[in-house]
């Protein structure tokens, strides 16, 4: 399997010739879905989810297919009839080749004035791979490789080590980072690797690495 960390919290897998995207949202490169045989959403929030971008790839590739949550699939589902599957909690499919298993329900604590919506995490190839999304969902599944959201308004650096600590993964990539200046970069590097008790790694966008 190859991974490419595209910018901010999207990701895209390769395998046996084939392409799943994880959240290609705003913060994402225009073309960061253009070429999915399949996309996975995690939740509604525009860095995740840019409905430009994924009408782009679906129209680009007429087999491509989308599974995301409910909240997602109903503002892009009629353009496309057929090719968008709603998913939740438990639920398993195979996309692009890549099976994949649902973990999680909702979207981490911003503030306790604002209300959750609903956040689900992709395990891939029985763990392979994990993307939660926003949230620090744990998957009752071992994970190879985590892709380790590093910086959000709803997390802090010690939370991020925990979850790192918890999943206990044989590495961890940096995701869901570009709020998260060059300055800070070292620090979170450092505190992280020195501390998470996993790999701790980050590529540039448009880099990749062999799984």
């Not at 990701?11 to 705003?26: C, I």
């Not at 913060?27 to 045989?37: H, N, Q, V, W």
């Not at 609903?118 to 985590?146: K, Q, S």
Request: glycine share 8%.
């Amino acid at each position: 399997m190859r991974f490419t960390k595209m910018s901010h919290a999207c990701v895209r897998l390769e395998k046996d010739g084939r392409t799943l995207v994880l959240d290609p949202g705003g913060f994402s490169e225009e073309d960061a879905a253009l070429g999915a045989d399949a996309i996975l959403v995690t939740h509604e929030h525009p860095d995740h989810f840019n409905e430009e971008r994924l009408r782009t790839a679906m129209e680009a590739n007429p087999a491509a297919e989308i599974w995301t949550l409910k909240s997602v699939a109903e503002k892009i589902s009629a353009a496309f009839p057929g090719r968008v599957h709603t998913v939740g909690h438990g639920d398993t499919f195979t996309a692009a080749g890549f099976d994949v298993q649902v973990h999680g329900e909702l979207h981490a604590v911003i503030h306790p004035d604002i209300p959750r919506i609903t956040n689900v995490g992709y395990l891939v190839d029985g763990g392979r791979v994990f993307h939660p999304g926003d949230a620090l969902t744990v998957p009752d599944h071992p994970v190879e490789t985590l892709m380790l959201p590093v910086m959000a308004p709803w997390n802090k650096i010690s939370e991020v080590i925990e979850y790192v600590r918890e999943v206990k993964p044989q590495r961890a990539y940096d995701i869901h980072d570009a709020l998260l200046t060059d300055l800070a970069r070292p620090i979170y590097d450092n505190q992280i690797g020195a501390l998470g008790g996993a790999e701790h790694l980050r590529l540039a966008p448009g880099q990749s690495a062999a799984l």
